[in-house]
């Protein structure tokens, strides 16, 4: 039986691998135990809403990492085909945010984008894009200042004159040419602050999570604490320990550079935390677990309770963003009709929403809007 206990603690403000100051003022941790069963949400579901997205080729999702909820319009991010696909809140195909090519306003590489107020940001190599949200219309785009073989692949945006930069990795590095911080706090188009201080290599997922007021920033591999982001700061939020499952940074740095493939997926801890998302009562988070399987788990912000298990991806829903109530992840088509097929059964919560009658292969992506229990 997994056996979870929350443990509070409070660390003095410090600064020991960031430049920027870091508050840790009132820091939760939650403790997990190893479970090797399938995570349920039958009996933490309250309602299900699903949105099929509309089939045409421009709007095809292949696999989305990043989605954000503005007024009526849904905007996804596609990493894999490198796109920003806008739909309404019904599915309904309404274009695309930008296009590839080398002309003003076109993007050579799509690395991540972010929405604030009427705009949209598009992070493209070593430059930002700006464009209307109303009109997809371009408006701007800028250089990124790329000292020190910083070439950021996320970004996070509050205005055109206040955002940060995320690079998990320089381009290339001396250390004889001194400190490199990975996280950059732009003001004015000038560096105001760097986090961070860069000393493993670490993978460049998606970092940045949004949700409604502020965002998480997904810890470094083989660290703990799940921070926040707003306009003005940096602080931790709470930190997830694994206990005898933990691995460390210096370990995981290791086991990257043994001969054996994949050593670091195929070890027996838990690393790599992700997809941390927020509702009005809970938390949602992702990571990779011992032989390299995912696991999810729901923190409830109220009980302080934690359920955790083994992310069924057959059967469960893909979460992959939230806006501040509900939480929304996609199934595509082809699993929803071979589980059919096969007999097999989604969680009860998600099965009883879809009706293969409607539903073809080659169709996109089915959105499900998730309202957690209270």
């Known amino acids: 039986m997994l056996r979870i206990c929350v443990i509070f603690m409070i660390v003095l403000f410090t ?42 080729d421009d709007a095809l999702i292949a696999n989305s990492t990043q989605g954000v909820i503005c007024e009526e319009d849904i905007y996804i991010f596609d990493i894999r085909l490198g796109k920003v696909v806008n739909f309404s809140i019904a599915g309904e195909y309404k274009g695309l945010v930008g296009v590839k090519g080398n002309g003003p306003g076109e993007y050579v590489e799509l690395r991540d984008f972010c929405i604030a107020g009427n705009y949209i940001y598009i992070l493209d190599y070593k430059k930002i894009h700006c464009f209307d949200r109303t009109t997809r219309e371009f408006v701007e785009s800028w250089a990124i200042d790329d000292r020190n073989n910083f070439n ?61 007021t502020s965002y998480y920033l997904k810890p470094i591999d083989g660290e703990d604490i799940v921070y926040k982001l707003t306009k003005d700061s940096v602080f931790a939020s709470f930190a997830i320990d694994f206990g005898k499952y933990s691995i460390s940074s210096e ?115 089915i959105i499900v809007k998730v309202l957690l229990q209270e």
């Open 15 to 56: 600064s020991c691998n960031e430049q920027g100051k870091i508050s840790m003022d009132s820091l939760k941790k939650y403790s997990i135990g190893y479970s090797n069963d399938f995570f349920q949400w039958d009996g933490l579901i309250s309602n299900v809403i699903p949105i099929q997205l509309e089939t045409v």
């Open 152 to 212: 950021p692949s996320q970004l996070l945006v509050f205005d055109k004159n206040n955002y940060f930069l995320w690079c998990s990795n320089p381009d290339t590095w001396n250390e004889s040419k001194g400190e490199y911080y990975r996280l950059r706090k732009i003001k004015e188009k000038s560096i105001e602050n760097e986090y961070f201080k860069y000393e493993y290599r670490t993978s460049d997922d998606p970092r940045f999570y949004f949700n409604k």
């Open 251 to 365: 370990q995981i740095d290791e086991l990257r550079k043994s001969k054996e493939r994949n050593a670091y997926l195929k070890s027996n801890s838990y690393k790599a935390i992700s997809n941390v998302l927020e509702t009005r009562e809970y938390i949602y988070f992702k990571c990779i677990g011992p032989d390299a399987r995912t696991y999810e788990g729901l923190i409830n912000k109220k009980t302080e309770k934690v359920k955790f298990g083994l992310w069924d991806f057959n059967r469960s829903p893909r979460f992959f963003f939230s806006d501040g109530i509900f939480l929304y992840g996609y199934y595509e088509p082809y699993t929803l009709i071979e589980n059919k097929t096969n007999g097999d059964e989604l969680n009860t919560c998600f099965d009883s929403m879809f009706s293969l009658k409607n539903i073809n292969i080659s169709d996109n992506i």
